[in-house]
C-alpha cells in the first residue's frame, strides 16, 4: 500500500465548476499537508499548505484536512481554463525540523477545465 | 522568477556517460536540498537529502554510487548520473529550502533522455 494515495483522474470538467481533489494516507505521522500544481514539463508549484485539521481558504481554493481519517482535499472554486494541470498532494512527517522539506507525494490528478 | 534554477532543463545523453545536473538557489541560501525523480505519469519519488559541506542521504533503494551528490556550497548543489542507461531517463526535479527552513521552493525540472 502507497503511503499517500491520490486519484490520477483525469478529470474533466466545464469551466466555473466546483473542483474536489482527494487524497487518502496511512501513516498517521504526517502531519504537514501540501498542494501543488505542475503544468506539464515544470516544476511543481506550491499552491496550498496546512498543517491542523479543517479548512484553509485562499481566493478560489480551499484545502481541507481530516486527520482523523487521514484524508485531504482541495476545492477549486470557480474553476477557469487556466488551472487546467496536474494537482499533486505532498505530505511531510515533520513540520518544521531538520526533516522539513522531505516531501511523500500522491500519484497526481490531471485536470482539464474546458471552456 | 524562479527562486531555484537548474540546469540543464533538457540533456540527452549516450547510455553509459555520465550527466551532471546543477540546482541552484537565487537569492537565498539554502543549507538543504532534495532531489526528486519523476517518471511519466507518476508522482515525484524523493531520492536524496543533501546537505552543504556533508554526505547526502539516500532513500532506500537509490543507488549513491550511480547518482552521486554534491552540495558544495550554500547555493548549489548537483546530481551526477553515473553510467547512464536508458531506464534513468526521467525528470529530475530539486527543491531548497531556506536558511531558516520555513519556506520549500522547487526548481524547473531537468528532462534527461539516455539513448
Known amino acids: 500500500q502507497k503511503e499517500v494515495e491520490q486519484d490520477p483522474g483525469p478529470l474533466s470538467v466545464p469551466e466555473g465548476a466546483i473542483v474536489s481533489l482527494n487524497c487518502t494516507y496511512s501513516n498517521s505521522a504526517f502531519q504537514y499537508f501540501m498542494w501543488y500544481r505542475q503544468y506539464s514539463r515544470k516544476g511543481p508549484e506550491l499552491l496550498m499548505y496546512?498543517?491542523?485539521?479543517g479548512n484553509k481558504e485562499d481566493g478560489r481554493f480551499t484545502a481541507q484536512v481530516d486527520k482523523s481519517s487521514k484524508y485531504i482535499s482541495l476545492f477549486i472554486r470557480d474553476s477557469q481554463p487556466s488551472d487546467s494541470a496536474t494537482y499533486l498532494c505532498a505530505m511531510s512527517v515533520d513540520a518544521g525540523g531538520t526533516s522539513y522539506g522531505k516531501l511523500t507525494f500522491g500519484q497526481g490528478t490531471i485536470l482539464t477545465v474546458h471552456p | 522568477g524562479a527562486v531555484v534554477s537548474q540546469h540543464p532543463s533538457w540533456v540527452i545523453c549516450k547510455s553509459g556517460t555520465s550527466v551532471k545536473i546543477e540546482c541552484r538557489s537565487l537569492d537565498f541560501q539554502a543549507t538543504t536540498m532534495f532531489w526528486y525523480r519523476q517518471f511519466p505519469k507518476q508522482s515525484l519519488m524523493l531520492m536524496a537529502t543533501?546537505?552543504?559541506?556533508?554526505?547526502?542521504?539516500?532513500e532506500q533503494g537509490v543507488e549513491k554510487d550511480k547518482f552521486l551528490i554534491n552540495h558544495a556550497s550554500l547555493t548549489l548543489s548537483t546530481l551526477t548520473v553515473t553510467s547512464a542507461h536508458p531506464e534513468d531517463s526521467s525528470f529530475y526535479i530539486c527543491s531548497a529550502r531556506t536558511y531558516s527552513g520555513n519556506t520549500i521552493y522547487f526548481g524547473e525540472g531537468s528532462w534527461l533522455t539516455v539513448v
Open positions: 543533501s546537505n552543504e559541506g556533508s554526505k547526502a542521504t539516500y
Open positions: 496546512t498543517y491542523s485539521s
